[in-house]
């Protein structure tokens, strides 16, 4: 069974960093996409980051680019994300995600990922 539980979440005033921190067991975690996706009360879900097996390529919303990295540690079976420069606008509860690769890429499209956490809170006070 897929488990990937997520941790790293807080709260944080403008301008701060976090990194939040996604376990996965269970199934083949260096042969699929792994990606972060948010969800603020009253919107949609969307896509954070996304990081193809092996590391070799990432994907980045534009809201996030220059302030987020993705990253995983393939020994640890985890993924971060290392979010700086942080803005009220990035409050939401943060879900890490895997699935697998669509024509060798890692989109931000929630429907490409079968397995999902529980989430972790992200709040940005101003």
């Known amino acids: 069974q897929v488990q990937l539980v997520e941790s790293g979440g807080g709260s944080v005033q403008a301008g701060g960093s976090l990194r939040l921190s996604c376990a996965v067991s269970?199934?083949?975690?260096?042969?699929?996409?792994m990606a972060w996706f948010r969800q603020a009360p009253g919107k949609e879900r969307e896509g954070v980051a996304s990081?193809?097996?092996?590391?070799?390529?990432?994907w980045y919303a534009d809201s996030v680019k220059g302030r987020f990295t993705i990253s995983q540690d393939n020994a640890k079976n985890t993924m971060y994300l290392q979010m700086n420069s942080l803005k009220p606008e990035d409050t939401a509860m943060y879900f890490c995600?895997?699935?697998?690769?669509?024509?060798?890429?890692?989109?931000?499209?929630?429907?490409?990922?079968?397995?999902w956490g529980q989430g972790t809170q992200v709040t940005v006070s101003s």
């Open positions: 995600a895997a699935g697998s690769p669509r024509r060798w890429s890692c989109l931000l499209r929630s429907h490409d990922y079968n397995s």
């Open positions: 269970g199934y083949a975690y260096s042969a699929n996409c």
């Open positions: 990081i193809y097996p092996g590391g070799s390529s990432t």
